[in-house]
């Protein structure tokens, strides 16, 4: 079995210069403004994520990726993205954000391999397996894709949910909600069967349910 990188990032790293310099820059307005409340699901979620993780969230809007760099503040992200904005006029931002392209439409091997090769080096791979913006403003979480499930499997990482309550204003405060994390092999082993791909893709999508129904719970 190949073994997993620790993860330990350098604090300082080149290829991650632009990362950094935004991140830092943005973390004080960002805190004042959205004025984060971390919930975790339990004591077991306050565990820092060290080595490979793949991270999986409800997807609300463009600002999401923000809201996730705020709830594992202390890891690099590498946020999994459509290859589309890779074509645009800002794909100089996806690629100094170090972001990752695939193809949401045709997801192939090759985009399969990198996320895989990324989490099996240490790193923290982001993603909305929802796999577009809720339509309907975060009210429902809309079906997971299974792509999640193989990227885990091929990267031999533990998957870790997370849920954010939309806000209804502006100014209101942002509410992110962590769970523990998942370690899909030592539940199903390397070679699940398509029925029990189907039946993780269900369990991560409840969590992130239960999730939600913390975040509205300590709301109330």
Same mark, same amino acid.
């Given at each position: ?11 300082? !790293?080149?290829?991650? @210069? !632009? ?6 820059? #943005? ?30 969230? =409800? ?18 992200? +590498? ?10 006029? !800002? ?14 439409? =045709?997801?192939?091997?090759? /985009? ?8 099996? #080096?240490? /790193?923290?791979?982001? &993603? ?14 809309? #079906?997971?894709?299974?792509? &999640?499930?193989? &990227?885990?499997?091929?990267?031999? #990482? ?46 991560? +999508?409840?969590?992130?349910?239960? @999730? ?9």
């Amino acid at each position: 079995m190949m073994k997993q990188k620790s993860g330990k990032q350098p604090l300082f !790293a080149l290829k991650y @210069l !632009a990362y950094d310099f935004i991140k830092v820059t #943005a973390a004080l307005p960002g805190l004042i403004w959205l004025r984060p409340r971390w919930i975790y699901a339990a004591p077991e979620a306050r565990e820092y994520l060290r080595g490979g993780a793949l991270v999986i969230a =409800n997807h609300v809007g463009f600002l999401d990726p923000v809201y996730l760099m705020y709830a594992i503040w202390y890891r690099r992200h +590498r946020f999994v993205c459509g290859k589309e904005f890779f074509e645009s006029k !800002a794909r100089w931002f996806f690629r100094a954000f170090r972001c990752i392209p695939i193809d949401r439409e =045709n997801f192939g091997l090759d /985009s399969l391999r990198l996320i895989a090769d990324e989490l099996r #080096a240490g /790193s923290v791979v982001t &993603m909305f397996p929802e796999g577009h913006i809720s339509a309907d403003g975060g009210e429902e979480i809309a #079906a997971f894709k299974p792509g &999640m499930v193989l &990227m885990a499997l091929q990267g031999r #990482a533990p998957v870790v949910p997370v849920y954010f309550q939309p806000r209804k204003h502006w100014y209101s405060r942002l509410r992110v909600v962590i769970g523990q994390k998942l370690d899909i092999i030592e539940t199903y082993g390397t070679h699940p069967t398509m029925s029990q791909i189907d039946e993780i893709v269900t369990l991560l +999508r409840g969590r992130v349910e239960e @999730l939600k129904a913390i975040a509205e719970e300590r709301e109330s």
